[in-house]
């Protein structure tokens, strides 16, 4: 068979598997739940976000940062047992300020640099369901790829790992959850070296409409340690973010304002995408 007809095929099966029906997404937030994908369904969620003034320390760099085709799957393989991959596929940073770099640099452009970003693998695992006096309970772990290339400016070109704890709960239609955990993020700027830091979150839905739902978050990591020339690229992060979600067109699509709550992150932002469930086997069969 000619390779453009099986492109052809391969594309229009995804097309009827993106018809059948949708339940409620997490995206834009990137506070986790405690919730888990039904077995046997994949979540497939893309998205596009675009942030201004994003400072990269490691490279010296400055400037707005477009992230195309931000990828979510989170598959369920058992009641208790979500397996997750996320990441862009192509990010694009705007120059505006260059400074002394710790790394040397081989920029895509004059003013300009692209790379693909560093994508992660996790699990998370239910502890508890939510009952009518206990919030849910759930741990996440996994580990982030060095799939970046230092020397494009964007990304470390590091190998990362984390786990978490995750705490939700109802309060009549308000859904509240929250994540508390550890990053043990590598040195890109010397051998032999890490920094461990703290990450959170804590997120809220509130259905405004049986198609509208109202989302916001406050999350990010926290490094107790003085970044230096030997943790340069470590630095704590933090966004806000506070958006919609809505069920149109047999699809859920969201959009998110964001505003940097440090020094090293986006001044403002914003973030769109859509988002799926794919039902790929039934699970009761197994």
């Known amino acids: 068979m000619p390779r453009s007809l099986k492109l052809v095929l391969y594309l229009l099966s995804f097309l009827y598997l993106l018809s059948l029906p949708a339940h409620a997404q997490n995206r834009p937030l990137r506070t986790a739940d405690a919730e888990i994908v039904p077995p046997g369904t994949m979540r497939a969620q893309v998205g596009f976000d675009f942030l201004q003034d994003v400072d990269f320390p490691l490279s010296g760099l400055s400037g707005d940062l477009t992230s195309v085709a931000v990828i979510n799957i989170r598959s369920g393989v058992g009641k208790i047992i979500e397996i997750q991959m996320y990441g862009a596929a192509q990010q694009f940073l705007d120059i505006k300020k260059q400074g002394a770099s710790f790394v040397p640099l081989n920029l895509t452009g004059t003013r300009s640099t692209r790379d693909t970003g560093d994508f992660t693998f996790a699990a998370k695992v239910r502890i508890l369901a939510e009952a009518a006096r206990r919030p849910a309970l759930a741990i996440r772990f996994g580990y982030q790829m060095p799939n970046s290339n230092q020397s494009r400016g964007i990304g470390t070109n590091t190998t990362n790992i984390f786990t978490e704890l995750i705490v939700q709960k109802h309060f009549g239609r308000l859904n509240v959850f929250g994540n508390v955990g550890l990053i043990i993020l590598t040195a890109p700027n010397a051998l032999y070296t890490q920094n461990d830091i703290l ?69 403002s932002g914003f973030t769109f995408g859509i988002s799926r469930d794919i039902r790929l086997f039934d699970s009761s069969r197994f």
């Open 199 to 267: 990450s959170y979150g804590a997120a809220f839905t509130y259905p405004l409409h049986q198609r509208v739902n109202l989302v916001g978050e406050v999350a990010g990591r926290h490094s107790t340690r003085t970044i230096n020339v030997d943790l340069v690229g470590t630095e704590s992060r933090s966004q806000a973010r506070l958006g919609l979600q809505i069920f149109a067109g047999g699809f859920w699509w969201d959009f998110a304002g964001i505003a940097g709550l440090t020094s090293r992150d986006p001044r």
